[in-house]
């Protein structure tokens, strides 16, 4: 079995998608998890793209420990520049540089000769691997480029110190036969390509990118780079878990594997759909609530016969069992820690306190408090950003009815302390709720998107709301928790609004690329 | 350029996905969608399953023109007889017989011998050949089969008369490679191979149900399975909006093409969605809402230079406009009926006004009111079965507020016309409302799955909501949209208890098979 890297980009090509929008503390808790799932390498972010993610990757550097952390860099100096500065604490500090080489990319994107692209790359992988021990060079738009050019240019990289050669299918517009055969190509006309490892990067645009990574392995690529669920550009990338399950499961067929945690998959899926609002959908493979269901007649009748007539991977697996029931409200403070050291979470006195606090809230309300609620409340504490001062729901009240105009009212803290109020109607109970807090927040609001859902089922389980806005034209995302719809949809809101408070406060220091 | 057949099992293998449970209906306004998609062959569903598959099949076949329609049976005489009277009005009746054939499923689900299962499959197939011009045999299990037995029992029912041979990976095992080997090997193999069409059906549970169903059309498949959205048993089938499009833009690549229609592809898909509660993930290739959306500034950046650097299809291609405004509070009855012929719906006389009356109801209290939410109103109408005697919302009212208790009061017509009304608490709004409704309807209820989605964006966007309920122990779904989102979910749960009584009102008089 010859191990293959797998390389995570969750926190950057996934959080690329649109509507997305990672503070912080929320990118922190997602590498630490992908820690515990066992990614070799994990891309952090794009320093230079902006002073949040510059410090979302330096403190996510300075803290995982068993997974490499890397960074996005275009091919200029101060880009590689503040990519060191963010990266420098890592354990094995890593870049990851790209400049396009498909003739489309490289006369309108770029407005560059070959020449040029080749002579930049070089240059720039020479300057990188003066800081970095490890450089990953990508090749963007690899799949629509010249493959000679691709082979002169890879071998002109590898010369001047990168470590590691991606082949990114940018547009994912590739074939698993086509994309095998360039990797294929490049083992055969890249005289020194034994010097690196190939890596594949592909996206979904035509449902492929599973298969079109699996054929790269087939073809010699060394590292696999995707994101959980698959998120990503347009339709995303490819989904690791998938990749990982799918090497595992026909494992007498590919003869590769990973060391990934499988078991660790849901909690990971789970983790990242929470946090960016993607979620999967019930059909989605492995992790999707459907995924391991068996609804006809003849499949639950075969089951019962023998389980492997329509499973081929168990649940338990990848870590989907999460109907098991938790613990009730005569659990103790010390039975709760222990649940919660056993899920890998390590928190403070103080937010230990403040989660055995809200649990015992929970088990007052709700007769059964599973794994999922436990996750939920431990995340919304975990990523929460109280020092900075905004908005707080001090109260609220909605009345709808058939035959009577929906109207809501609210009771806010706003920023500098002071408590407001106003009741608003609308044609909905959300609607009135929103045009309440639009009219006690001095910011520009526009709702873009408003999604609700449970977390489990049954009528007291816990409701999650996501909305985006674009507030003074920038869009924002906020989510929030509650045991009512309504009330998850106004924190949700408010949560949007802060988040947009807290960035602006960062981001006022400094600008560092468009 | 070959032409490839979709077959599309969205109403038969996507009905399978747990929680799906389409009426005669809805079940007709797909197929009349999936026709005017352009699908060559449509299976309609499992006729000897139950009395209502039964009526869906023959209110489909006697229906629809331009697509064969086709209904699945097991090797039985019974059943192919059932599959008969349901089928017989189509304009080419067409069965789809299926038998497992790996060792597995003979062993311990069919308890038979693999001469068993051979020779019940050639008797099945000529006794089916007396009444129907056009039998498919799928040997079950395909991928988990032993190849030369394949070999053989292929060519038994192709003597004995099988119009089409389809080579399932039902436990979506296979790879690219081994898929194309298998249909490869089988057309080396099988001697009378010619004869008939070679179909691929495959599932996703690995992830790569796309790049196998074009693998095996690389060595030979003329016919492709799979549904729209990629519904189905577990993680699903192929879907076929990935298959075709992947087909179409790389014609450079593949030498095949289909029929469909590409410019319906996101209303064949929005429609599935919404009368199946499997809503499609953001990130879905094709549908998703961020299929074409650009986030990064680099790409965003490109895509103002020259679409195609980021762009391998435009949207518009597959029908991804839904932005567009679609008429105001002065749009007349005649230009609101024009709009309807655009989408290629028919209404009667009754149906027009009392689509014009909705939207007319819509334009009071919305702004702009857009294609999805005409399509959602008119959808209901089609969809209605109010000719059943069942539960009407009469009224309701509910309070939230974060220092009071949540309350909801509701009035209710119950099936035997009796006014009935009540009063309940619970810990949210929606399970203070959902529990008054469970006081005041008479079965056994109980809550299993919740979800609320909004049809668009904005604070005035239509709610859609989709509950699950056990009722009685049998599991039953239901959807309701308003503009509020406490409405839509009282709806919801009315439409599922409603669809329950109808259901029983049908099934009451004969239970086909179990």
Known sequence: MSKIKIFDTTLRDGEQSPGVNLNKAEKLEIAKQLERYGVDILEAGFPASSKGDFE??????????????????????EDIDIAWDALKGSAEPRLHLFLATSPIHMEYKLKMTPEEVLNTSVE????????????????????????DFLVQIIED????????????????????????????????????????????????????????????????ATQVEGSINGIGERAGNASLEEVAVALKVRSDYYKYSTRLKLEETKRTSDLVAKLTGMYVQANKAIVGRNAFAHESGIHQDGMLKNKQTYEIMTPEMVGMNSDSLFMGKHSGRHAF????????????????????????????????????????????????????????????????GTTNIPTATVALKNPSGKQVEAACTGQGSVEALYETL??????????????????????????ESHVQLKINGEPVNGRGSAQD?????ANAFLNAVNRYLINQNTKSKKEVVK
């Open 56 to 77: 979302a990757v330096k403190l996510i550097a300075d803290t995982i420990q068993d997974t490499s952390v890397t960074g996005l860099a275009r091919t200029r100096k």
């Open 124 to 147: 720039m992988v020479k300057y990188a691997r003066q800081k970095f021990p490890q450089v990953e060079w990508s090749a963007e738009d690899a799949t629509r480029s010249d493959w």
């Open 157 to 220: 990289v590898i010369n001047a110190g990168a470590t590691v050669i991606n082949i990114p299918d940018t547009t994912g517009y590739t074939t698993p036969g086509e994309y095998g055969s360039l990797f294929q190509y490049l083992r055969d006309h890249v005289s020194n390509i034994d010097k690196v490892s190939l890596s594949s990067h592909c996206h979904d645009d035509l449902g492929m990118a599973v298969a079109n990574s699996i054929a790269a392995v087939e073809n010699g």
């Open 337 to 400: 820690g222990d649940k919660l050291k056993e899920f890998g979470m390590e928190l403070n006195q103080d937010e230990l306190k403040e989660a055995f606090k809200q649990f015992k809230l929970l088990t007052d309300r709700k007769k059964e408090v599973t794994d999922d609620d436990l996750y939920t409340i431990v995340m919304e504490i975990k990523t929460d950003t109280s020092a900075i001062s905004k908005y707080e729901l001090e109260s609220f009240q909605v009345q709808y």
């Open 438 to 463: 639009d009219e006690l927040i001095e910011e520009d609001l526009h709702l873009i998107d408003y999604q609700i859902n449970s977390v489990g089922g049954g009528k007291d389980a816990l409701a």
């Open 485 to 489: 719809v309504i009330e998850a949809s």
